[in-house]
């Protein structure tokens, strides 16, 4: 079945990067994008941006736009965030899913939406 | 990037139906039929439960519908269960590549 599984919780400190994985299984890893979100404690999720793994053409949220790198492995079927930077206020869940991609050819039933998450990974920044 | 409006909370007794709407723009909502709606429990992973408006996931149970009217877009649950009780955001394409989460809605079943 189709799974995304991210890799596990980080602590880090303000200034620091930090780089989260997401392997992807079970379906064609090129046929999707992926989407990354995060929730920070007691907030609502927030949309980060995407990766199309077709072309490797990436959108970010404004908000993170100086400070994120998204990136994909076609060989391991896995997806990247880095966030640079952080801040306390970057300490949040973060998930990854996915997502249609309408650069490639291939049209799946559902667009537009975020069909399958990853489970998230806790980043925590300290001062 | 703005957010999509939802109502801080709502609730319905076991058996009733709990309205959620989700306020937007001519820039999100109101230009694409592409809203999602996303159930999250604590600690677990958001799901789907509503795509391209209206349209339910493969394993969603009928009880969850969603419409649209202009800049606006809701989200029904009827005949309420306690594994109802989450929290559920609302999601619209936005143009260009992005995408734009509503502020979410805590629904108690009562």
């Known amino acids: 079945q189709v799974q995304l599984v991210q890799s596990g919780d980080e602590v880090t400190k303000a200034g620091a990067s930090v780089k989260v994985s997401c392997k992807t299984s079970g379906y064609t890893f090129s046929n999707y994008g992926v989407t990354w979100v995060r929730q920070a404690p007691g907030q609502g999720l927030e949309w980060m941006g995407w990766?199309?793994?077709?072309?490797?053409?990436?959108t970010y949220a404004q908000k993170f736009r100086d400070r994120v790198i998204m990136t994909s492995d076609t060989y391991t079927s896995t997806a990247y965030v880095e966030l640079r930077s952080l801040r306390s206020d970057d300490t949040a869940v973060y998930y990854c899913?996915?997502?249609?991609?309408?650069?490639?050819?291939?049209?799946?039933?559902?667009?537009?939406?975020?069909?399958?998450w990853g489970q998230g990974t806790r980043v925590t920044v300290s001062s | 990037q703005s957010v999509l409006t939802q109502p801080p909370s709502a609730s319905g007794s076991p058996g009733q139906s709990v309205t959620i709407s989700c306020s937007g723009s001519s820039s999100d909502i109101g230009g694409y039929d592409s809203v999602s709606w996303y159930q999250h429990h604590p600690g677990a992973a958001p799901r789907l439960v509503i795509y391209?408006?209206?349209k339910r996931p493969s394993g969603v149970p009928t009880r969850f519908s969603g419409s649209k009217s202009g800049n606006t877009a809701s989200l029904t649950v009827s005949g309420l269960q306690a594994d109802d009780e989450a929290d559920y955001y609302c999601?619209?394409?936005?143009?260009?590549?992005?995408?734009?989460f509503g502020t979410g809605t805590k629904v108690t079943v009562l």
């Open positions: 990766i199309s793994v077709f072309n490797g053409d990436t």
């Open positions: 391209g408006v209206n």
């Open positions: 999601t619209s394409y936005a143009g260009n590549n992005d995408y734009v």
């Open positions: 899913a996915r997502v249609s991609d309408t650069n490639g050819y291939y049209r799946p039933l559902i667009e537009d939406a975020f069909d399958i």
